[in-house]
């Protein structure tokens, strides 16, 4: 199995609309975890942290159940500019593991 | 913004050679990655550096991989004989805490293709 586990897409949605990513995890030692945007060819770049209360920064919503070991990410009113790859990305000890990510392409 | 900065930015090399990537962290940053993507896959762990040792490696992390900061500054990735399969975008990461403190900040990558 595993150790992050992300739906990988595509998902093909009109502006404006919303969209939600899930991510689990299966090491319940890990211990902080993160959203990651990547555009193609280009390297990661942090979105969001998550934390267990859940957080929101503008149009993304970010949540964590640890008991499930399960991470959201929310993105309201999407734009155009929202096409890109979603990262799960996980820490556990020094190593910071990647979802193999969530393709999101808006269109007009 | 503070970046970490890698070179080069697209090295081709012939199977066998050794290959070294550069890579300067951001300044007062104290732990140091390296991943590796190979195209159309995800971003894979190879290796993290604190305090002049490696703290943890990936099992693709073998005897041909190594690592470096030979001066404080740079922080290097070596190959010493390079397989068709290391093609990829090395992405070296730093960051200045542990443990989810604070982020990781990668640089634009080095595209590696062996021929």
């Known amino acids: 199995r595993k150790e992050v586990e992300q739906d990988p897409g595509p998902f093909n949605v009109p502006e404006g609309a919303t969209v939600a990513f899930n991510c689990t995890y299966s090491?319940?030692?890990?211990?902080?975890f993160f959203w990651y945007r990547q555009d193609c060819r280009k390297e990661p770049k942090l979105l969001m942290s998550?934390?267990?209360s859940g957080n929101e920064d503008g149009r993304f919503t970010a949540q964590l159940n640890r008991a499930s070991q399960y991470i959201s990410l929310l993105i309201r009113d999407s734009k155009l500019s929202d096409s890109a790859t979603y990262l799960c990305v996980v820490e556990r000890a020094s190593k910071i593991i990647f979802g193999s990510g969530t393709r999101l392409s808006i269109r007009p | 913004e503070p970046e970490v900065t890698q070179t080069p930015s697209h090295q081709v090399t012939q199977m066998g050679q050794e290959v070294i990537l550069r890579c300067v962290p951001i300044?007062?940053?104290?732990?140091f990655y390296w991943y590796r993507q190979i195209l159309g896959q995800k971003v894979e762990f190879l290796v993290s550096?604190?305090?002049?040792?490696?703290?943890?490696k990936s099992e693709i992390f073998d005897d041909q991989f190594s690592v470096e900061r030979p001066d404080g500054s740079n922080f290097t990735l070596k190959i010493r004989s390079t397989k068709l399969e290391d093609s990829a975008m090395y992405f070296c990461?730093?960051?200045?805490?542990?443990?989810?403190?604070?982020?990781?900040?990668f640089g634009a990558g080095s595209r590696l293709t062996v021929l």
């Open positions: 998550v934390y267990s």
């Open positions: 990461a730093s960051r200045d805490r542990g443990l989810g403190a604070n982020v990781l900040t």
């Open positions: 090491n319940s030692a890990s211990q902080s």
């Open positions: 300044s007062n940053h104290l732990y």
């Open positions: 550096f604190y305090n002049n040792e490696i703290s943890e």
